[in-house]
């Protein structure tokens, strides 16, 4: 009797995640990536011959309890083995997480080749004369992988192949092309400030502001400096790469937060107006 009802007990646990779609519908939208949807029969107007396979994905992206699951394997191997449990997300120090599709570049392998480097200083090239022929103002701005500014909180056993990678040799081609530039990372890394959150693979709003006050003062528009506004702290940003790792997670980010949230500049009958908006 005793084996009849671990039996039962068995198979109603390998048809929960089955049964269980039924009434849990899994949001996968903070896994920032493409899901299988339910698959048709006919694709076409003719019989759809990948079904079954499509099908398997539909269940392996949609079974009830997949995100419980995979935020209870990413605890485990972050707190006990300190390891990822997403291969695209990295798990640093210091509560620090880094977006792995980032990680050539930091290494500095499987860089563009000398000539790949050239043509795209010649392309920008081309494209500045054009704009400029244009009366336009044309500038090219690269924007520095979070793992580059902080290196320091990277797992130890990604060493660096060599100092070089597609920023630094892109940075100094456009130098040789006199390409209109502003080098942000060297910008934000002078500066000591955390211009990026720690749980998103995005500038906070003072990796932002710092950015935008340098471009602007680059192409010598009038604008509002953020940089020296009156700002708080506050814990309320949602992180990508967290969710990522964490789908069932609530952990918030801290953000900047300034007392003007918006600034809009306006031209009217060539007199120039300001105004802020809460």
Known sequence: MK????????????????????????DVSVEQRQVQIFPSIKTGGKLNVKF???????????????????????????????????????????????????????????????????????????????????????LFVIAPNKNSLYPEYMPKRYIKTSEQNNYSLLQAEMKKENINTVDLKKMFIDSGKEVYHKLDSH???????????????????????????????KKNFSGDLYGMLFPKGNKKDTNVI?????????????????????
């Open 203 to 233: 500038w906070n709003n003072q990796g932002a502001a710092m950015g935008c006050n340098a471009i602007l003062n680059y192409l010598g528009k009038d604008h509002y400096d953020y940089t020296n506004e009156r700002h708080t702290i």
């Open 3 to 26: 084996k009849k009802i671990f039996i039962i007990i068995f198979f109603c646990l390998l048809c929960l995640p089955s049964l269980g779609m039924l009434f849990f519908k899994t």
């Open 52 to 138: 079954f396979d499509q099908l398997n994905d539909y269940f392996s992206d949609n079974f009830a309890f997949r995100q419980n699951l995979i935020e209870a394997d990413a605890i485990i191997k972050k707190n006990v083995f300190r390891q990822s449990g997403n291969e695209k997300v990295i798990v640093g120090s210091k509560g620090y997480l880094f977006f792995s599709e980032t990680l050539d570049d930091y290494l500095g392998q499987n860089t563009l080749s000398k000539r790949e480097i050239y043509s795209c200083g010649r392309v920008l090239s081309l494209l500045q004369e054009n704009v400029e022929q244009n009366n336009r103002q044309f």
């Open 258 to 278: 300034y007392n003007k949230k918006k600034f809009v500049q306006s031209n009217f009958k060539q007199q120039k107006s300001y105004r802020y908006i809460n």
